[in-house]
């Protein structure tokens, strides 16, 4: 293992990770993604503090990943019946 210590700023608070060393891109892109999408949030909305900010990005991101994986599943069920059509073509011509 790899491991490595990095400060990210979320919500104007610092945290210290331990994270492996081929993570340190990933997280260092989400971070930012989530100070984005925070500015465009303040931007449009009223809000009482940066938690409100940081809940309606987290509302966000979650909608987002549960979408990917319904698309996913979609996909991977329309691959897995396509690969058994295949598997049955291949099977009556042997």
Known sequence: MDELSINVVVADR????TIERNEEESV??????ID?????????????DK????????LQFSINAINLEKQVNFSEKG???KLGEIN????ASA
Do not use: N
């Open 28 to 33: 260092r892109a989400a971070v930012k993604a």
């Open 79 to 81: 691959l897995l019946l």
């Open 51 to 58: 938690l409100d900010l940081l809940a309606m990005v987290a």
């Open 14 to 17: 610092t945290y210290k990770l």
């Open 36 to 48: 984005e999408q925070m500015k465009t949030y303040a931007t449009h909305f009223q809000y009482k």
């Open 88 to 91: 049955s073509l291949l099977e």
